[in-house]
């Protein structure tokens, strides 16, 4: 149990990493308070450094911790929740996988597709698992009742989009959406697209593509999804019906890429039958994140045999 703000600061990124099964967060053991003053709660630098708002966020928590065990109203126990999800948020998008860190997916999160997954995979990962963090940290001891209150999710704008685009993705591909949004959450920001291209490539194109050709094929998915979630950046946070069908279509819009890349490599089975023998003593060629994404490969059931794809819903 933590038993005071210095211990949760201590124990923020660990209990992040426990809870999601993230392979480590990128936290360089700072934390700064949030200057400017325009009602952010808290950030994460591409330094790796965590900062939280001294009213907002650091005073709530002390005064948790001040009164600890004691009984709330439902108000006191909704800001002291918000105050976590914002730990617990920022403690999310720090999280990667080996090899990789944050400031690897700088670039990347200058795009407004990108900005628009990252921020609403982080958010649904802590909506979804905030509880968890809670648990893991044993707040409830210090705050009872917490973990029944509930607070409104942000990023309003862009929760819709990943939200319909995970949980069809998960649909096709026999896991929960709330797996694949933790799958999304636990790698950089440069690659998060890839995890979701990576299991459809899985159930649609495994058995149809050569070894070589598999990261050709997840790159060509992921840039086809990539361009719905641009069009809502900046969206009123009130659209969500055009939300929620910005990530329906870019499901949908991997999978017209899916049938491209099929279709093509259905011609040349014996092209790819060859290919493969020749690199079945070979490593696999150019992955963006090597051998240390096993914990975003799928394993289904459904994978077609050799020149056959299963059902993929398309709109």
């Known amino acids: 149990m933590v038993a005071s703000f210095g211990e949760l600061m201590a124990e923020q990124a660990r209990a992040a990493v426990a809870v999601t099964g993230a392979h480590h967060s ?11 003053d325009d009602g952010q709660p808290g950030s994460v630098g ?9 009213k907002l966020t650091v005073a709530v928590l002390q005064e948790m911790f001040d009164r600890a065990g004691q009984q709330h109203d439902e108000a006191t126990l909704q800001r002291y929740r918000e105050a976590l999800r914002v730990v617990f948020h920022e403690n999310i998008h720090l999280l ?3 090899g990789t860190s944050l400031a690897m997916g700088c670039g990347a999160y200058q795009e407004p597709a990108n900005e628009v997954l990252e921020e609403g995979t982080t958010e649904l990962a802590t909506q979804n698992a905030l509880n968890q963090y809670i648990e893991v940290l ?36 026999g896991l929960p959406g709330v797996e694949v949004i933790r799958r999304m959450a636990v790698v950089t920001t440069a690659h998060k697209l890839w995890v979701a291209a990576e299991l459809l490539y899985g159930v649609a194109l495994s058995a149809v593509v050569p070894d070589q050709g598999r990261a050709a094929a997840i790159t060509d998915i992921a840039a086809a999804m990539k361009p719905r979630f641009a069009e809502i950046y900046g969206y009123d946070p009130l659209d969500v019906r055009l939300s929620r069908h910005a990530g329906w279509n870019a499901y949908y819009d991997g999978v017209k890429a899916a049938k491209a890349i099929e279709a093509y490599w259905s011609g040349l089975q014996d092209l790819r039958r060859s290919l493969d023998a020749g690199l079945g003593a070979m490593p696999r060629l150019d992955d963006p994140q090597g051998s240390t994404h096993d914990a975003t490969r799928p394993s289904d059931p459904r994978r077609g045999k050799a020149g056959q794809s299963p059902w993929l819903r398309e709109g």
Not at 26 to 36: A, D, G, R
Not at 46 to 54: E, G, L, P, Q, V
Request: aromatic share 10%.
């Open 138 to 173: 044993d707040l409830e001891t210090i705050a009872p009742g917490i973990t029944a209150a509930r607070t409104a999710p942000d990023y309003g704008a862009y929760t819709p989009a990943v939200k319909s685009f995970t949980d069809v993705l998960g649909d096709q591909t």
């Open 26 to 36: 990128s936290w360089n053991s700072l934390v700064k308070p949030l200057v400017q």
């Open 46 to 54: 591409w330094d790796n450094t965590i900062k939280y708002h001294a």
């Open 96 to 98: 990667a996988a080996a």
